[in-house]
Structures are given as C-alpha cells and as structure tokens.
C-alpha cells in the first residue's frame, strides 16, 4: 500500500472535523472541551503507552534527537529570513517567526503509529518531550516583549512532557503494567488519535490575506520553510549522523509535520498577529497531505 493510501484515514479525520465544526451546531466550547481533553488526558496515554511498551536505547536515540533539533534549528535561522525579505512589523513577525519550526504533535503521533507502529509512537515521543521546550521557549522569547513571559510555567504544566519523562522512567525500571492497567492505557490511546486529529480539523481557519500582501508572502514564505526545507535539512542531517531505518522515517516525518496549533494561541495570548498565524496553521496543514506521503515514500514509510 502507498503512503498516500496510509496517511489517508488521518487526514480524512482532518476534514471530517472541519466538516463537522462548521455543518453542525456543536458550539465552541464542545470543541475547547475536546482538545483539552485530548490534550491532558488523552495523547499522554498514548506517549506513556506506547514508551512502555518499547524496548528503548537512549544512546541509539542521541542522532535521532540531534537531528529533530538541528532541523528545527534550521527552521528558524529561515524564518528569521523573513522580516528583512518581506518587511514585516516587528509584532508581525515575532508572531510568524514560530510557524517555521512548531510541529502538529497531534498529526505526529497519529501518523508515526500508522506508518511505524508503537515504536514509531515511542520515537516521535522521545522528541516530542525535548523539542517542547526547545520550541517553547524559542517562541515566547520572540514576543515576551508584547506579553506575558510565563514560559517555565507553561513548560512545567505541559502534559506531553511529564507523559513522556513518565514513560522513560517507568520503561528504564522495567515496570511491566498489569493487563488491566495496560488494558486502560490502551483504550485511552486508541480514543486519542481520533479525536486529536477531528480538532486539527475543527481549528482550521481559512480567512485570507489577500489585503496584505507583504504579510501573505511572508506566509507563504514559511509555509515552504516548513513544509519543504525543515524535512530537506532532517533527511540530510540524519544521513549525515549515521540514521538509518525507523529513525530516519520518524525524524523526517516530525521535521515534515504542520504548524502547531498552540502557535495561534500564543500569539493571540501575547498580543499577536493571531490572523496571520491561523492561515499559515491552516495552510500548512491542507498543504501538508500532500507533502508528508512525499517525505514519508522518500525515506522508506
């Protein structure tokens, strides 16, 4: 089967959830009530599941993080690009710096567990609880001027960090979780991609930019950065470093997924350009069912 036809289901969840925030009345704070759901409850299963039950080798594990961070690196010296190349405000820009290198974890890990299987799920949360901070911090270091400067709070309540530091003490102890603990945590998992992916699609917003064109080449600007030059820099890093196999797959697919979300948020709470934001979340991930299979066929997924 083509990748294509295997990263179909998640992106067909995607617009189902589009579909469904627009075509029925569910109300917004049904869909606030998902994503918090899914985001404290729900992928946190998922990470310490799929972590437990993976044999793990953190010193095979140091290229596939030095590659997932150096590809983010690349991410941003590009997107500092942007300002002098299109003009921006300074606020503008400070908002959009962040869509060059923050990553989709819900897409992520929906799509690493397709493609790869539990150890797929078990690598991407390897680099999912060190590349939060790294993003974290980077982004609201940008626009602390105009905002609040909490970031080592939102870091220490960040669930996918403590699931994933969770899940590597409990697998480095040898803890093996009773079949009705295992049981649990695999119902949790399973409910999470579905839902994850349905309000990926329900937070798309499609609003243009059409009356600001200095704005809109900056977007797409980085929609390229992060869909096209973040995966290019992983593929050849991770060669570089030796990643072959599983590793090379996950870290080329993390490098390949969509602005995250939260960008929009962090934005709008730090008094951003939360419009220009949203449209490169939504284009980077419409765009993005096409570019993945690519990246993903490209290194064997």
């Not at 009530?33 to 793990?56: D, S």
Request: glycine share 10%; with cysteine; proline share 5%.
């Amino acid at each position: 089967m083509s990748t294509a036809l295997l990263l179909f289901p998640d992106f067909a969840l995607i617009l189902l959830g589009f579909a469904l925030r627009r075509w029925m009345a569910l109300g917004d704070h049904f869909w606030a009530g998902v994503e918090r759901l899914v985001y404290f409850i729900l992928f946190p299963a998922l990470l310490v599941n799929a972590i437990l039950k993976t044999r793990l080798d953190l010193a095979a594990a140091t290229p596939l993080l030095a590659t997932a961070l150096g590809a983010m690196a690349a991410g941003m010296a590009l997107s500092w690009l942007a300002r002098p190349l299109f003009g921006l405000k300074p606020m503008v820009f400070a908002s959009v710096f962040q869509c060059g290198y923050r990553f989709n974890s819900y897409i992520g890990l929906a799509a690493a567990g397709l493609l790869f299987g539990t150890p797929g799920i078990a690598a991407l949360g390897l680099i999912v609880g060190v590349a939060v901070p790294f993003a974290n911090l980077s982004s609201v270091w940008m626009l602390a001027r105009h905002g609040e400067t909490g970031v080592w709070r939102e870091l220490l309540r960040n669930p996918l960090i403590w699931a994933t530091l969770a899940g590597l003490v409990l697998n480095l102890a040898g803890f093996e979780a009773p079949k009705p603990l295992a049981t649990f945590l695999g119902r949790l998992a399973d409910a999470s991609i579905a839902l994850g992916l349905l309000a990926v699609g329900a937070a798309l917003r499609l609003q243009g930019q059409g009356d600001r064109p200095g704005v809109l080449g900056a977007s797409v600007y980085l929609c390229l950065v992060k869909l096209l030059a973040v995966p290019l820099a992983a593929l050849l890093l991770g060669s570089w470093l030796g990643l072959q196999g599983l590793f090379l797959g996950v870290a080329v697919l993390f490098a390949s997924l969509p602005t995250a979300s939260s960008a929009y948020i962090l934005a709008m709470r730090m008094g951003g350009d939360g419009r220009a934001v949203a449209w490169i979340i939504s284009a980077t991930t419409l765009a993005s069912m096409l570019t993945m299979p690519l990246w993903a066929a490209r290194v064997g997924g």
